[in-house]
């Protein structure tokens, strides 16, 4: 069902953002149907909460079209629903994702990044009859440190481009490919992100480039940069996590092959 709702809220979004209904559709696939979501169907919460970034996303354009702050519902919404799944880690990519969304939009403008940190703390009041046993529960737990050293391999991101580049095929034994994935994204998003760089699509892009920009810092961990920051807090230590803003590499690609297929139809 979760699936579902990710492939639906991506079209729905794509479709707002006035993108042709065929662009909408394969963008929408890439985000619900690629290799990090099958990849990730035995983690019930992990894809429940990332069925819900597009709705965040939404909700982000329709508060600046509109300057309202009310139009921020879908962003509380989506929020919610991605903290209630159950995978903290992954309502920080969430949280992380709506920040660098919000930010690069209109990036000399303080009131969207700030409206985003509102919505989300809102959100949190709605799921607090979750955090606050989790939270109680949490005085119980020594805080160990799960962020990692950042994943550097180059052959783990020609994954994303080669399908099946690590042989996970049935009768493989289970241990040949150790510590790598199947991040497959797709034809239509290999053919979308090359129309993507050949025209004119960079202005719909920006935001978007910047939410794959900030995952790929946080998966990479440069000169260990984000450690840094995140280390003195045994919190954020335990909760922020690299190989989880995988979500947030797809949840960009997506919408940036959508954007460069409707270029494509658009010059047909």
Not at 26 to 36: C, H, I, N, R, T
Not at 70 to 92: D, E, M, Q
Not at 225 to 233: D, L, R, S
Not at 243 to 266: E, H, N, Q, S
Request: glycine residues 8%.
């Amino acid at each position: 069902v979760h699936v579902w709702i990710a492939f639906a809220l991506s079209y729905a979004w794509l479709l707002r953002r006035g993108l042709a209904s065929m662009a909408a559709i394969l963008g929408a696939a890439v985000f619900a149907f690629s290799g990090y979501v099958l990849l990730q169907l035995q983690h019930l919460g992990l894809v429940c909460a990332y069925a819900w970034l597009p709705l965040g996303f939404w909700g982000i354009d329709e508060y600046l079209s509109a300057g309202s702050w009310r139009k921020l519902w879908a962003l509380v919404l989506a929020s919610t629903l991605a903290f209630l799944a159950g995978y903290p880690t992954t309502w920080v990519v969430f949280a992380v994702c709506m920040l660098a969304y919000a930010g690069v939009r209109y990036p000399f403008r303080w009131r969207p990044p700030v409206m985003a940190v509102c919505g989300l703390a809102v959100s949190l009041l709605f799921s607090m009859v979750q955090l606050l046993p989790a939270w109680e529960a949490a005085r119980l737990v020594e805080n160990v440190p799960h962020y990692g050293a950042g994943i550097k391999s180059i052959q783990f991101y020609i994954s994303y481009f080669v399908p099946n580049y690590f042989d996970f095929g049935l009768h493989t034994p289970v241990l040949k490919n150790l510590g790598y994935e199947y991040l497959y994204l797709g034809a239509p998003a290999l053919f979308g992100l090359g129309c993507l760089f050949r025209r004119a699509c960079w202005r719909a892009s920006v935001p978007l480039l910047g939410v794959l920009a900030v995952s790929l810092v946080a998966v990479t961990n440069p000169w260990g940069m984000v450690w840094a920051v995140i280390g003195p807090f045994p919190m954020l230590g335990n909760l922020v996590r690299a190989w989880y803003f995988l979500a947030g590499v797809t949840a960009a690609v997506a919408p940036l092959a959508a954007i460069g297929i409707d270029g494509f139809l658009k010059e047909q």
